[in-house]
């Protein structure tokens, strides 16, 4: 680690990294950007200062490659893709549809839905720190705030109190006062939490259908035959008539306001 960097810095140095990136390429709504170039050598180092500069080179770019998973994390990307793939597994249609396009769907909806918070980022922090009109250190502070409140806004108080109280700190007089290590943990679990609600709910119906023509089966005689094997049609017709997609996509998007 570069010296002089908490791990709370590079973590919000990270962050601003990728969401600068994503802004620069349209993402964000933001103003079309032209594409920088990157060249990278492999030479002799003459001075002790280069072979310390090419070392931390390589360790911001083994730590970028991990920096996916935390924006991920921190977005609404966690809930959508629990609750798509509850919504197969209910189904009971095993790869249809399957991981790439669940993803997929997941990546775009997280993109729509975060989509005022990164053109808040957009506005606030990167445009001013592109046209150098404030420090670095400015804008990595405007930019960790639209995500702190967006995360703050989905994570219950139960399991913020929960981290609170595992990192042993002093209770917080505000949300200010709370790390932000300490906030992505907790607003993790709460959306793990609310999708595993969501996926309940959307257990029920097919449910019911499967205890009914398993029912039908039995009284009829039909010991033999899988019930699965019926249902499974009636499922896809029933989810198909109400608009299934429309309805879970509307709930997951609105569930976020």
């Known amino acids: 680690m570069l010296p002089g960097l908490s791990v709370s810095r590079w973590i919000h140095i990270l962050t601003l990294s990728l969401l600068s990136l994503a802004l620069a390429s349209g993402l964000a709504y933001a103003e079309p950007a032209t594409l920088p170039s990157l060249s990278i050598g492999v030479g002799t180092a003459t001075k002790p200062g280069e072979f310390t500069t090419t070392i ?24 959508i893709v629990v609750v798509l793939s509850f919504l197969r597994t209910a189904m009971g249609t095993q790869g249809a549809p399957s ?5 997929g769907l997941s990546m775009f909806l997280t993109f729509f839905i ?13 445009q001013p720190w592109k046209a150098q009109q404030i420090s670095q250190t400015i804008a990595i502070d405007r930019a ?10 989905q994570t219950r108080e139960k399991d913020l109190a ?27 679990i709460s959306e793990l939490r609310t999708a595993f609600q969501i996926g309940f709910l959307i257990y029920i119906p ?5 205890m009914v023509v398993a029912s039908v089966l039995m009284s009829m005689g039909m010991m033999m035959l899988p019930p699965v094997m019926i249902s499974l049609p009636f499922k896809i017709l029933l989810f198909v008539l109400v608009d299934g997609w429309g309805l879970v996509i509307s709930s997951l998007v609105k569930s976020f306001g």
């Open 144 to 153: 960790i705030m639209p995500v702190r409140r967006f995360m703050l806004s």
């Open 114 to 126: 975060m989509s005022p918070v990164w053109q808040q980022i957009n506005n606030e922090a990167y």
């Open 56 to 79: 931390q080179i390589f360790f911001l770019l083994t730590i970028l490659s991990l920096a996916p998973g935390l924006l991920i994390m921190t977005t609404a990307f966690t809930r």
């Open 99 to 103: 991981n790439q396009v669940i993803l």
């Open 206 to 210: 097919f449910i019911v259908v499967d």
């Open 162 to 188: 929960l981290f609170v109280s595992l990192s042993n700190l002093p209770r917080p007089k505000n949300a200010n006062d709370i790390p932000t290590l300490t906030i992505i943990p907790a607003f993790m």
